[in-house]
């Protein structure tokens, strides 16, 4: 069965430079959530999606914006980059079949080094 | 969003059934209880997810309590591949899952 996809993979970047990871969803899946995982932490969420808007936002940096386009592919760009956005970013997709039941499916992760 | 609580650390033997708790007391009517795992390295994968009734699938069962305020998580016979940090996670349907600390779950040859 098709997964969710992420690329790159792995993202090696300098201070100040600038980023942008993407993710494919499922096929038919119409909300992609982020979340980033620091070293040793849990998953934090970033910012999600459904239907191309924006649909809930939670501890994303200013830095940070993100969009998903119609084919429902999503792209998270990440500015003025520093040391401590290094982790693992990973995107999620889910079908909206009503609240509370669609579980999400989440893609392998792009790890960002930031040196 | 409401809290769930899980111990840190559990561990078990292979083949033996492991019972993993999660408290959440302020549960609300219309929250669901989701679990999750995380591999090393890997991104969280969907295990189960229930709402009032006890649930079964191919993976686990979640035992939910009567009053709702607690649930379980049960692998019936624990593997090595079963070793990965385990998240019960409340969800209403508000877009966005919030992880706890989750349980690391240990499985010994």
């Known amino acids: 069965a098709a997964g969710v996809i992420q690329s790159p993979r792995h993202l090696i970047k300098e201070k100040r430079e600038t980023a942008t990871l993407k993710c494919y969803p499922i096929p038919r899946h119409d909300t992609v959530y982020w979340y980033q995982q620091g070293p040793g932490q849990d998953p934090q969420f970033l910012i999600s999606f459904y239907e191309k808007m924006q649909s809930d936002k939670g501890s994303i940096p200013d830095r940070f914006s993100a969009q998903q386009f119609s084919d429902y592919h999503s792209e998270l760009n990440m500015s003025s980059l520093e040391l401590g956005d290094s982790a693992l970013y990973f995107c999620?997709?889910?079908?909206?079949?009503?609240?509370?039941?669609?579980?999400?499916?989440f893609g392998p992760g792009t790890r960002l080094t930031v040196t | 969003d409401a809290k769930t609580t899980q111990p840190n650390s559990m561990e078990s033997n292979e083949e033996e059934p492991v019972h993993l708790p999660c408290n959440h007391s302020t549960i609300s009517g219309t929250d669901y209880i989701h679990w999750y795992r995380q591999l090393p390295s890997q991104g969280p994968e969907y295990v189960i997810h229930?709402?009032?009734s006890n649930v079964n699938n191919r993976m686990a069962s979640l035992a939910i309590a009567e009053d709702r305020k607690s649930s379980t998580l049960i692998l019936h016979r624990a593997t090595l591949r079963d070793a990965a940090v385990y998240y019960c996670?409340?969800?209403?349907?508000?877009?966005?899952?919030?992880f706890g600390t989750g349980t690391r779950l240990k499985v010994l040859a």
């Open positions: 996670i409340l969800f209403s349907g508000t877009y966005k899952y919030i």
């Open positions: 999620a997709s889910r079908r909206e079949p009503g609240q509370g039941q669609g579980e999400q499916y």
């Open positions: 229930g709402l009032t």
